[in-house]
């Protein structure tokens, strides 16, 4: 149980598009999702918190009008990297909790993003 | 500034021998979990600990958090090389969300 899943694990494309990566609670309705951005070998580093119905509350030094996040349902939440440039590329890594503390939260795969 | 010291940042162990991985707060954890992961790839849940002097074992791996609630260790018997990977501690402080330490890189040798 507690499946989690991450579309696409790996976009390579152009600087100034945008590209949007999904993360879906497989069995289980998460009221609240976490986005995180990996550089290589480094820890993970929240960006955002998204719950269900509600505007994403994002860390400091995270723009928010560069990573738009969307939680439309207890099941999807998207990430969406706007007009991506070269620095954007990274590890992209989400993960969906039932938002109860004695559940853990549990992890998609994971997102490969290189902007050319 | 890191909140969570994890330690140490990288092990090779002989297959079959033991380790540990420790993880260190400044602040007193609602929660500690412990996760792994594979380069590149997601974070697996192997175990949650939130009362002081917890302690929970899955096949052969072993949490612990302390009494005060802010150092945890990870413990692995006789280690193989399905156990190689990036070990990660993540801590809620109370506020729902995870802050995760460097990560410790355990390489397993035949």
């Known amino acids: 149980g507690a499946v989690v899943s991450q579309h696409p694990s790996w976009v390579i494309c152009k600087s100034g598009t945008s590209v949007k990566i999904e993360c879906r609670s497989l069995d289980f309705q998460a009221t609240t999702m976490f986005w995180y951005r990996q550089f290589p070998k480094q820890s993970l580093m929240l960006m955002a918190t998204s719950n269900e119905g509600s505007k994403a509350t994002y860390e400091q030094g995270v723009e928010k009008d560069k990573f738009l996040i969307n939680h439309a349902s207890l099941t999807l939440s998207t990430l969406t990297v706007t007009s991506a440039h070269p620095e954007d590329s990274s590890f992209y890594i989400c993960s969906a909790t039932l938002g109860v503390r004695s559940q853990p939260q549990h992890f998609g795969d994971g997102t490969r993003l290189s902007i050319l | ?110």
């Not at chain 2, 070990?87 to 506020?95: E, I, K, Q, V, W």
């Open chain 2, 1 to 110: 500034s890191q909140e969570l010291e994890q330690s140490p940042q990288s092990l090779i162990v002989q297959e079959g021998k033991n380790l540990t991985i420790n993880c260190t707060s400044s602040k007193t954890l609602y929660g500690l979990y412990w996760y792994k992961q594979k380069y590149g790839e997601g974070l697996i849940f192997l175990m949650m600990l939130q009362k002081g002097g917890e302690e929970k074992s899955h096949e052969k791996i072993t949490a612990k958090l302390d009494e005060k609630k802010q150092q945890s260790s990870l413990h692995i018997t006789a280690s193989q090389p399905s156990h190689a990977g990036i070990y990660l501690c993540g801590a809620d402080m109370n506020d729902y969300k995870l802050s995760f330490g460097a990560g410790t890189t355990v390489t397993v040798r035949a």
